[in-house]
Structure formats: C-alpha cells, structure tokens
C-alpha cells in the first residue's frame, strides 16, 4: 500500500475552516511538508514540520503531528478561494536515499471551496 | 534569484525520440532531484545528487540518466522515449536541513 496516505478530496464553505488530513507509516521520518499545488503550476512549500515537534502556527496555516499515531494533519483557518489547490503531504525519511532525503510523496489532497 | 528553473516548459517526443530536460539552481544548493508525476498521483523520485559528481537512484530510474557536471545544473536524459514517460516531471533543490523548493515542471508528452 501507500506509505503516505490522504483523502482525495476535501469541500469546505468560503470562511470555514479546511482540515486536511495525512497518515504516514515510516517512524524513521524526520520532516514532514504540506506542499500546494495550483492547476498547471508547480509546488509551493507551505509549511513542515520536524518530528519532535506537535504543533507549528503560521499565521492561517496550523500544522498538527501526532507521532504516535503517525498521522498529520493541516488546518486552514478562514478558507478562500484562492485556496482552491490540491494539497499534498510529504515525508522525508532519514537515511532514504542515501541521506539525501528525497521526499514520499501522498497522492493529494482537492480542496474545493464552495461560495 | 530565480530559484530552480526547467526548460523547456511543455514537450511532445514521438516514441523512440530522445531529450534532454534542464534543470538549473541559483541558490549553491548541494541537493538536487528530480520527480515525475503522473495524474491523480503524487510525486515520484527519480534521481538525486548530493553533490556536484555525484548521483543516485530514487524510486523510479528505469529509462532515464542524469549527470551533474557543476553545482547549478542536473539534467535529466531520456534516451527511448516510451509512452510511460508521459508524466510532468518536477526538478528540486534544498540545501542542508531546508526543505526542497520545486521549478514549475516540464509537461512531457510521448505520442
């Protein structure tokens, strides 16, 4: 199966708030990213996290990590629509690839905003 | 700074074709890679360096080569296009402890 695992997609109302949701299975993992990706446009870091950390905060952007049950999750305060994208989540594993950490990758997630 | 920047933007190969896509950094990142992604998917490794000289396999190497002669540059090389290589393939660059940043991808199509 997928080391990395997210929902498919994800509707919210334009000013809710959008929880995106990741479960990961390699304990070995040391970052883990939340990237965007915009129709026809690359990938935008948003924000990561290292794994002793629970919590990071950036400004809309609210970053959860539960080690234990190694699952991430995203939480976008006030959604809008140029929120719209697909959002995919990351692992970097430490010692994959020789150290070089290249990223696994979930399929993403489509978040759709509603008006 | 430009950041990391792919040439060319879109490619259409007949089977059996080769090319070469660039990949050039601004940023004296040491680690460089290269993805693919196909649709409805996430991204896949390719290749990675670590260092001007120095290359590896990632997930997905089969049909492809990449060298990385300087520090800037890592191109990555078809040499058979086949129609599994349709995909958008994404370059990447981090330096130590940093996150990667992506270029825009290169949009390959094999007909």
């Known amino acids: 199966g997928e080391d990395v695992e997210q929902s498919l997609f994800l509707s919210v109302r334009e000013g809710d708030s959008s929880v995106i949701n990741c479960t990961y299975t390699d304990s070995s993992s040391t970052y883990l990213y939340w990237y965007k990706q915009e129709p026809g446009a690359g990938l935008q870091l948003l924000t990561y996290i290292f794994s002793n950390m629970d919590m990071k905060q950036d400004q809309r952007l609210t970053v959860l990590l539960n080690k234990k049950d190694k699952h991430l999750s995203l939480r976008i305060a006030d959604t809008q629509t140029g929120d719209s994208a697909i959002y995919f989540c990351a692992e970097a594993r430490f010692g994959s690839g020789g150290g070089a950490d290249g990223l696994t990758f979930g399929k993403g997630t489509h978040l759709i905003i509603q008006p | ?111």
């Open chain 2, 1 to 111: 700074n430009a950041g990391v920047t792919q040439t060319p933007k879109f490619r259409i190969l007949k089977i059996g074709q080769s090319m070469t896509l660039q990949c050039t950094q601004d940023m004296n990142h040491n680690y460089m890679y290269w993805y693919r992604q196909d649709p409805g998917m996430g991204l896949k490794l390719i290749y990675y360096s670590v260092g001007a000289g120095i290359t590896d396999k990632g997930e997905v190497p089969n049909g492809y080569n990449v060298s990385r002669s300087t520090t800037e540059d890592f191109p990555l090389r078809l040499e058979l296009a086949a129609p599994s290589q349709t995909s958008v393939y994404f370059c990447a660059s981090r330096d130590s402890n940093q996150p990667q940043h992506f270029g825009d991808g290169t949009r390959l199509s094999i007909l």
